[in-house]
């Protein structure tokens, strides 16, 4: 039924087509909710892997567990200070308990509500279908569920700087625009307060209005009021418990000069400051597959379809924009140059790919909409499995051990720490856990060592008891050795695929012997490791 300008302008006319497709209406929209939450869940149960090597899941729970058995913490760490990071995971621990799976509960929900507001506003301001696929695409993702499930911060940030993006995106459209731009703003402010590099928000926001030249000084302050009533609450609460407005900044900023992700200006040329961004960007094992899948798909549709869709103020050159200037303000202003530090950009290559799938099914065919989100999909499993070198698998080992056996055992000191954190997950006391994991610098005759990195190198007389895989082989790390590309490549390459070496539970004795004088267990031989044979053959 084709209805005149009149007609739909008829508000009779309006609640006569809403009555008639209001049951379609809520069957697609229901079954777009079901498909999306299934793909989720499904995704979830793939990509769970428990704590990652990233060293902050320890932080992160001890500030939790300070709020749930201390009361008020206010935190002497910037991990600590990330308020809407570490509460809900401490109200976890509250309700249900402490587990391994409890502390990855919040980001999991975070995850979930990022999938879910990619599904309403997408199917609001993209197109039903596009949409759709736009939040299957973030729910199947490596990089918004497998990361960030494994205690990364940068889960919680997107949440809130994607909801202060769509309402920035909603206030271009809206009758309500003043009340978005404060509502943008407020948002923008609880991302600033997980971390600071999101003041790209408050920044894309400013220009595009100003750009807009729709009430760009009206637009302004509604964004101001929104972002300053953020800072305003966090600097009285920040006032009244430490005496310090800018306490948090303080403790912040501190960090920010040295760590691996950070850009040491006092080193590095400023050649390699301006392409470490793109280095880093189209070398990331979870975004570059992605961004690759995009571009392909972008070059398939060609010059016509992309002036269209990236028309002046549409919803995706509006993201285009907040992603650029997201990259440069965390690259070249906070020195952060990893993909991790942006997550928006990412967010809106997922966009990109919902519409151009959408765009592809109607110009070449479902099969070929199809393939692209079969690749999409097979990327992403691609890019979790190479990166996941499962480095907790030590540390779940010895705490299992030592629950079993209540034995002090020696190690080194990041399997030490991530041990201890395990083991108060489980529930034992602090004393208890320095009783049992040591990372002393020495080893005294008769201690058990257990050697989470396995070498040739023996200091002392030492008689190893027991050698164990903890760590699974990557399926990705297999085929790259298979067709000998590392050995081809070389370089870090040639450790990150390198097979998995055991562990070894290792009694120092006072003298060489052929068993162990406590257990009875023979010495098993040497360990032969990849890099002791390499030095041999040299």
């Not at 999938?115 to 990089?143: C, D, N």
């Not at 302050?221 to 303080?250: C, H, K, M, N, Q």
């Not at 499962?390 to 629950?403: C, D, I």
Request: overall charge positive; aromatic content about 14%; charged content about 15%.
């Amino acid at each position: 039924m084709t209805l005149s300008h009149d007609q739909l302008k008829s508000p009779r006319a309006a609640s006569d087509i809403g009555a008639e497709n209001a049951p379609a209406v809520f069957f697609k929209r229901s079954a777009a909710m079901f498909i999306v939450s299934a793909v989720f869940v499904v995704s979830v149960a793939f990509y769970w892997h428990g704590f990652g090597p990233m060293g902050d899941a320890e932080r992160y729970v001890a500030a939790a567990l300070e709020w749930r058995d201390e009361g008020f913490y206010l935190g002497e760490t910037h991990w600590a200070l990330r308020h809407l990071f570490v509460l809900p995971m401490a109200a976890i621990f509250t309700l249900f308990g402490t587990s391994e799976f409890a502390a990855t509960i919040p980001n999991i929900l975070y995850a979930a509500g990022l999938v879910a507001v990619t599904l309403y506003f997408g199917r609001k301001y993209l197109g039903e279908g596009e949409g759709t696929i736009a939040a299957i695409l973030v729910a199947i993702s490596a990089y918004f569920v497998s990361r960030p499930v494994q205690i990364g911060v940068y889960g919680a940030e997107i949440f809130f700087a994607a909801i202060a993006c769509w309402l920035f995106v909603s206030a271009q459209m809206a009758r309500r625009r003043i009340f978005c731009l404060v509502a943008a703003g407020v948002f923008a402010g609880l991302a600033w307060t997980i971390r600071e590099q999101t003041l790209f928000l408050i920044v894309a926001f400013g220009l595009s209005s100003l750009f807009d030249r729709r009430q760009p000084l009206l637009s302004l302050a509604a964004i101001g009021i929104g972002f300053g009533s953020v800072l305003a609450v966090e600097w009285i609460i920040y006032w009244l418990s430490a005496g310090d407005p800018f306490y948090r900044y303080r403790i912040d900023l501190d960090h920010r000069s040295t760590g691996w992700a950070t850009l040491d200006s006092s080193s590095d040329p400023w050649t390699a400051k301006l392409f470490r961004p793109f280095k880093d960007l189209s070398t990331d094992p979870l975004t570059t597959p992605t961004v690759l899948i995009a571009a392909v798909a972008a070059a398939t549709l060609g010059q016509r379809w992309l002036r269209a869709r990236f028309a002046h103020r549409s919803v995706l050159s509006l993201f285009a924009a907040f992603s650029a200037i997201a990259a440069v303000t965390s690259a070249y202003a906070f020195d952060l140059a990893t993909p991790r530090y942006y997550p928006i950009l990412p967010y809106f290559v997922c966009l990109f790919l919902g519409v151009a799938i959408v765009g592809i099914g109607k110009k070449f065919g479902t099969p070929a909409a199809i393939s692209i989100g079969v690749m999409a999909a097979l990327a992403n499993a691609a890019g979790d499995d190479f990166g996941n070198y499962n480095e907790y698998a030590e540390a779940r080992t010895l705490a299992r051990y030592v629950q079993a056996n209540d034995e002090p055992v020696f190690t080194d000191p990041l399997t030490a720490s991530r041990t201890r954190n395990l083991l108060r997950l489980s529930g034992l006391s602090g004393d208890r856990i320095s009783t049992l994991i040591r990372s002393d610098k020495t080893y005294p005759a008769g201690v058990l060592l257990y050697k989470a990195a396995p070498s040739s190198t023996q200091l002392g007389y030492w008689c190893s008891i027991a050698r164990l895989d903890v760590r699974t082989d990557s399926w990705t790390h297999a085929i790259i050795r298979f067709f000998n590309i590392d050995n081809t490549i070389g370089g870090s390459l040639e450790s990150i695929a390198a097979k998995p070496e055991p562990v070894e539970f290792i009694r120092v004795l006072p003298r060489a012997a052929d068993h162990d004088p406590i257990s009875g267990r023979e010495c098993l031989p040497t360990l032969k490791t990849k890099k002791a044979l390499q030095s041999q053959r040299l």
